[in-house]
């Protein structure tokens, strides 16, 4: 079992919709939680870190955390064709070491 | 303000030779993390610096090094390259060691021929 499993996509989702990007981890003792976006050929750039069970809200983007089911989540409302990108989901375990995922390919379509 | 600087931005070496790569972190950041990054792959975990000790290292042979500066910047080397090494080498820095968010710079791309 991988530490921190994405599904590799694509996603496919119209503009305006609301695209929906899933994570799950392994490390029961996982403390922080980060969805990073990376454009083809860039670096990842922060999105949005929780570290509490529930809904985080910024923006178009919405973090969710339920530490039981060892699941993280990220909504992007309104999507965009800017928003076509690999996003990364990012855990950091009891051993503080931040293990990615293979990340989802997001592409939106006009 | 200027966020996390790596240099150089490409390199292409031969195997067997040796590299240097280096970051300067955020202003304020105290710590550093190093990644390696292959195609539809997500980063690796390579070390992770504080105060300029070591806080953590990932999966990586001996062949992986690297340090902290009293002023936070960071080294990260690699001797005897391999065909293998050739990937995306990432930066990060954080405010501390612990769960803060990371920053991520541009990179250096490394090719091995």
């Known amino acids: 079992q991988k530490e921190v499993e994405q599904n590799s996509g694509p996603l496919s989702v119209p503009e305006g919709a609301i695209a929906s990007l899933n994570c799950t981890y392994s490390d029961r003792g996982s403390q922080s939680f980060f969805w990073y976006r990376q454009y083809s050929g860039k670096s990842p750039e922060l999105i949005m870190f929780?570290?509490?069970?529930g809904d985080k809200e910024d923006g178009r983007f919405t973090a969710q955390l339920n530490k039981a089911s060892q699941y993280v989540s990220l909504l992007i409302r309104d999507s965009q064709p800017s928003d076509s990108a690999t996003y990364l989901c990012?855990?950091?375990?009891?051993?503080?070491?931040?293990?990615f995922g293979t990340g989802t390919l997001l592409a939106v379509q006009p | 303000d200027a966020g996390v600087t790596q240099s150089p931005t490409h390199l292409i070496k031969t195997r067997g030779q040796q590299v240097t790569l280096r970051c300067s972190p955020i202003?304020?950041?105290?710590?550093v993390s190093w990644y390696q990054q292959v195609l539809g792959q997500g980063p690796q975990f390579i070390f992770q610096y504080y105060e300029k000790e070591e806080r953590g290292r990932g999966n990586f042979p001996d062949r992986f090094s690297a340090r902290q500066f009293p002023n936070y910047s960071s080294e990260l080397n690699v001797n005897a390259l391999l065909l293998g090494d050739s990937a995306l080498y990432l930066c990060?820095?954080?405010?501390?060691?612990?769960?803060?968010?990371?920053?991520f710079g541009d990179g250096t791309r490394l090719s091995i021929l």
């Open positions: 202003s304020g950041h105290k710590s």
């Open positions: 929780i570290y509490s069970n």
């Open positions: 990060a820095s954080s405010l501390s060691g612990s769960n803060q968010p990371q920053h």
């Open positions: 990012a855990v950091r375990g009891a051993t503080n070491k931040l293990i």
